[in-house]
């Protein structure tokens, strides 16, 4: 069983910056991406990266966010700056196993950013 455990959300004000980590139980050399879920919309990706380090981005985040990867520590980053209200919503980690294809989801991270 894969754990993962966001950390790092918070309020900001707008035009400010955080660092969202998850720290995974096993190795991050899988699918791995955030997404984001504001209060009654759907979850959508934010950003992934695959075991050969492509990336990907949704519009809304592209020049803003950074995803990133730390084999060694067992972790993935999103790296976000200039925040906008618009991007307040609880962040998750989400693992797609490359092997079993099985999916993990961690427990979320809330993120409020400020006008």
């Known amino acids: 069983q894969v754990q993962l455990v966001e950390s790092g959300g918070g309020l900001v004000q707008a035009g400010g910056s955080l660092r969202l980590s998850c720290t995974v139980s096993s190795s991050v050399f899988h699918e791995m991406a955030w997404y984001c879920q504001a209060p009654g919309t759907e979850r959508e990706l934010v950003a992934s990266?695959?075991?050969?380090?492509?990336?990907n981005y949704a519009d809304s985040v592209k020049g803003r966010f950074t995803i990133s990867r730390h084999n060694a520590e067992s972790a993935v980053y999103l790296q976000m700056n200039s925040l906008k209200p618009d991007d307040t919503a609880v962040y998750y980690c989400?693992?797609?196993?490359?092997?079993?294809?099985?999916?993990?989801w961690g427990q979320g991270t809330q993120v409020t950013v400020s006008s």
């Open positions: 989400h693992l797609i196993h490359v092997i079993t294809r099985r999916e993990y």
């Open positions: 990266i695959v075991p050969g380090g492509s990336t």
